[in-house]
């Protein structure tokens, strides 16, 4: 037996492997960042449009975190929850400044 034929059984049983695991394991990926930065408290601050940014953001999170890392669909699930999270930051931040200013100028 030559050494491609070798390779070519390897790979032949790496990928039996990995399918087999993709069917019947679940497996989560998460970093401690994912899971303590976005927990739902609801602030002062936030309207409607914060409120359904956050639900869309966290279930973009929930949809990439279910696909294992190997999966081909991975990379543009995460994108999509940077994205909703990029866009929620920044709104969420907005209005807590718009908030914060408002009170100030109240106390005046």
């Known amino acids: 037996m030559g050494q491609e034929e070798t390779d070519h059984l390897y790979q032949k ?3 039996i492997i ?9 497996k989560l990926y998460s970093t401690l960042k994912s899971k ?3 927990r739902h408290v609801a602030q002062e601050w936030w309207d409607e ?3 359904d940014m956050w639900k869309a953001m966290h279930a973009a999170e929930k949809d990439f975190m279910k696909v294992p890392r190997h999966d081909k669909t ?3 699930k995460y994108k999509t929850f940077i994205a909703k999270q990029q866009l929620f930051d920044k709104r969420s931040k907005a ?5 914060q200013r408002n009170k100030v100028l109240d106390i005046e």
């Open 13 to 15: 049983l790496v990928d």
């Open 95 to 99: 209005k807590k400044r718009r908030k």
């Open 36 to 38: 303590k930065a976005y």
């Open 74 to 76: 991975h990379k543009p």
């Open 49 to 51: 449009e914060v409120e």
């Open 18 to 26: 990995n399918s087999e695991m993709s069917l019947y394991l679940k």
